[in-house]
């Protein structure tokens, strides 16, 4: 017989760690083993009621991952249903082990925090998110009140290693065994991408020229964050040094990836957004294609040139993952560099991106720069935060910006905090972190001038 527990915990306490789309906190001070076995306990409940039979559980490289994936594995196996633990994973190795095996799936990592978080991404069947409306705050009512004990047996754990399978279905998905012989530098930041690159790219025609592959969840050369440029200057400098036709960077349990072109330039996750839709609209014409409100215009522009559909959305997978099951898009884009394939079961992938990228330009001869440039029409700030000590002046200061840019404003909208509008293709969004004070802006305009003016103009506003 199972057992529930009789622990009850503070909700204020469960709410700094059980967040919007997943689980996050400092290990020993806000998770430990005996809050994830009960979490595990209070997921396996609620799978059990939908019908599911047993849950896929990965963990990425952090020291902490193998205990706590253990713990959690035992609060499943507690409400009777079966565990597969698939031991080091992606996360997008964990979305597929969860479609491949049709059942719920728990992945362990907290992605490119330091070393001293751990979390927890769960799904449902078919790599389903599990957000606070979908099973979040169940699971908190649950370890505030003790998780109920079942009746009944307790279930079995075998163990299955899905990596081969993993690759073996990304590369049924983008042919690369044609490309042009490609230098490829990858940079893993000591994250789970040293796991998952040599299974998936290894035998092509791919000289890989590999950086930081020895997994260490101590990240001892860099954060595994490439959004923050500082992490990217390994990989820009062994670009440039080793020849590479280009570089790719994936964060800590590399679910997102980032590109460097030849010259050792970031290419905008905006960009790489453009190119795989309009791979994906070659394959499918007139296909609705997902963007979130601060990627660059040129996505849903060329969208609309190639015929299909381009649908907006917030910020958060949460909302581009609902917005793929809702309408069937085929791909979606987050200038976050997340990017969804409908083919890959809605989820999002670093290397299926990545794998797109190599095909574009194996498959023909121009250099990299020269390639993006047909999916880079503005300049952008990059996402530029401002810190404010509440909620409420977060709100006066976006109220602010939008009366200042009343009179010029061509469209004012509120989808998620305010985007505005203006003339000859600029446009800005201010918006609330939803884990910080801070207010994020992210701009866009025809020329880097004017991208830096309507900058200045906007923190000018927020900051006085």
């Known amino acids: 017989m199972g057992e529930g527990t009789a622990v009850s915990r503070d909700r204020d306490q469960i709410a700094a760690v059980i967040k919007a789309y997943d689980v996050r906190g400092v290990v020993g001070e806000q998770i430990d083993e005996a809050f994830v076995r009960d979490v595990g306990a209070s997921f396996a409940a609620l799978m059990r009621g939908e019908g599911a039979e047993r849950v896929v559980v990965g963990h990425d490289m952090r020291d902490s991952s193998p205990a706590l994936s253990r713990a959690f594995s035992e609060g499943v196996l507690s409400q009777g249903l079966d565990v597969v633990s698939i031991g080091l994973s992606s996360t997008d190795q964990l979305y597929f082990s969860s479609g491949d095996l049709d059942c719920p799936g728990a992945m362990f990592t907290a992605s490119h925090n330091p070393a001293k978080y751990n ?81 998936v790219l290894g035998g092509l025609p791919l000289d890989i020229v590999p950086l930081y592959f020895e997994l260490d969840g101590n990240f001892p050369n860099h954060e595994a964050n490439p959004l923050e440029p500082k992490n990217l200057v390994d990989l820009q400098k062994l670009v440039v040094d080793s020849g590479a036709d280009l570089g790719l960077a994936f964060d800590g349990d590399a679910d997102r990836c980032f ?23 070659a394959q499918e014409p007139g296909a609705s294609i997902i963007y979130n409100l601060i990627t660059s215009h040129t996505v849903p522009e060329l969208v609309a040139e190639l015929g299909g559909i381009a649908i907006r959305t917030r910020v958060g997978h949460s909302f581009i993952k609902a917005q793929m099951a809702d309408t069937g898009a085929v791909f979606g884009g987050e200038h976050s560099a997340h990017y969804y394939f409908r083919e890959f079961w809605g989820a999002d992938s670093g290397m299926l991106a990545a794998m797109h990228v190599l095909a574009a330009l194996g498959g023909q001869e121009r250099p990299l720069s020269e390639l993006m440039d047909e999916y880079s029409r503005y300049e952008a700030s990059g996402e530029i935060n401002s810190e404010l000590p509440s909620a409420e002046a977060q709100r006066e200061r976006m109220e602010a910006v939008a009366e200042a840019f009343a009179d010029r404003a061509e469209s004012i909208d509120r989808l998620d905090g305010i985007t505005i509008e203006l003339a000859q293709g600029a446009w800005f969004n201010i918006r609330a972190s939803n884990t910080e004070p801070l207010l994020r802006l992210n701009a866009e305009a025809p020329t880097r001038e004017a991208v830096d003016e309507l900058t200045a103009e906007v923190l000018a506003i927020i900051r006085a």
Not at 151 to 170: I, K, Q, S
Request: hydrophobic letters at 40%; proline letters at 7%; charged letters at 20%.
């Open 119 to 199: 979390g927890i991404k769960l799904c449902r069947a078919g790599a389903k998110p599990v957000g606070q409306d979908t099973g979040l705050a169940t699971i908190s009512e649950d370890l505030v009140a003790g998780v109920p004990a079942f009746d009944g047996p307790a279930g079995t754990l075998t163990e299955r290693d899905t990596l081969a399978a993993y690759g073996e279905f990304l590369r049924g998905l983008v042919d690369l065994s044609d490309v042009r012989p490609l230098k490829v530098a990858v940079d893993a930041g000591n994250g789970m991408g040293g796991h998952t690159v040599p299974a």
């Open 259 to 281: 590109v460097v072109d030849e010259r050792g330039e970031p290419v905008s996750p905006s960009a790489i957004s453009a190119l795989v839709a309009s791979r994906a609209l």
